[in-house]
């Protein structure tokens, strides 16, 4: 009878010690933007599956998706290798945003992640991020805001 009871315990602390690694991020985190170091603020969405960044002036030629980030933000422009492409389906119409691979640090993490590309000019941040990005590495406190600063080992904000 004793070990039925052990076994749920078992699992609970497993459970907890798995967390132990990840990183406690909130609702809202600031990023940084890398090779660029430029520090970006960022909307936490697990409902979202993947992340988004706001690019603006987007154009697409011979597989390289050229935007320039908002001037609020640095108006970085950046030319980035298409790797993929996603779909956006809605009841009025259907489009497809470019996917390109970008480097991030988020607390004291370093992390490679794709997004998508759009215009993200009628939303208040940036930077999405959704659970490809959040998956593995990290644990959502909705009741916190930027609670991890990125601090990634020999990063700098320009």
């Known amino acids: 009878m004793l070990l039925l009871l052990m076994v749920p315990l078992m699992a609970i602390t497993d459970s907890v010690r798995a967390g132990e690694n990840k990183i406690v991020i909130g609702e809202v985190e600031d990023v940084i933007l890398l090779p660029w170091g430029l520090r970006l603020p960022a909307r936490v969405d697990t409902g979202a599956a993947m992340s988004s960044l706001d690019a603006r002036d987007l154009k697409v030629k011979n597989g390289f998706a050229e935007f320039q980030l908002p001037k609020k ?10 790797v993929d492409w996603l779909t956006i389906r809605s009841s009025e119409a259907s489009e497809q945003r470019p996917i390109v691979e970008l480097d991030f640090c988020i607390g004291p993490k370093k992390i490679h992640t794709r997004v998508n590309l759009s ?8 930077l999405l991020l959704g659970r490809n990005t959040l998956k593995e590495d990290f644990i959502v406190d909705c009741m916190q805001d930027r609670c991890s600063p990125p601090a990634c080992p020999g990063v700098s904000v320009k």
């Not at 215009?119 to 941040?125: H, P, Q």
């Open 73 to 82: 933000h640095g108006g970085l422009e950046l030319r980035l290798p298409i």
């Open 119 to 126: 215009d993200r000019s009628t939303v208040k941040y940036p």
